[in-house]
Nanobody
Framework: QVQLVESGGGLVQPGGSLRLSCAAS????????MAWYRQAPGKQRELVAR???????NYVDSVKGRFAISRDNAKNTVYLQMNSLSPEDTAVYYC?????????WGKGALVTVSQ
């Protein structure tokens, strides 16, 4: 079965950095597109970044130039490096992939940006 396990969330001050990791199993990782979504309190879940199986990234405008998505196919892991964090980035971050047309989600990693 597909499992996505996020790690690396936590509390960080404005302007700081965090790196999220997502370890995947139950998929052929090297041919799978991977994505990070986030859901802030009272808001809908939104796509933050996505990376194709061959490593091409794309980002929502609000994180361009600050966040970087990457993948390590040898470790079946996708990363989200987040820099210059602001309170508006506070959210639960979810790892996502799709297999045979079905979306799979991790349980999420809470990122809190606050003094």
């Amino acid at each position: 079965q597909v499992q996505l396990v996020e790690s690396g969330g936590g509390l960080v001050q404005p302007g700081g950095s965090l790196r999220l990791s997502c370890a995947a199993s139950g998929i052929i990782f090297s041919i799978s597109a991977m994505a990070w979504y986030r859901q802030a309190p009272g808001k809908q879940r939104e796509l933050v970044a996505r990376i194709t199986n061959n490593g091409r990234p794309n980002y929502v405008d609000s994180v361009k130039g600050r966040f970087a998505i990457s993948r390590d196919n040898a470790k079946n892991t996708v990363y989200l490096q987040m820099n210059s964090l602001s309170p508006e980035d506070t959210a639960v971050y979810y790892c996502n992939t799709m297999k045979f047309g079905v979306d799979y989600w991790g349980k999420g990693a809470l990122v809190t940006v606050s003094q």
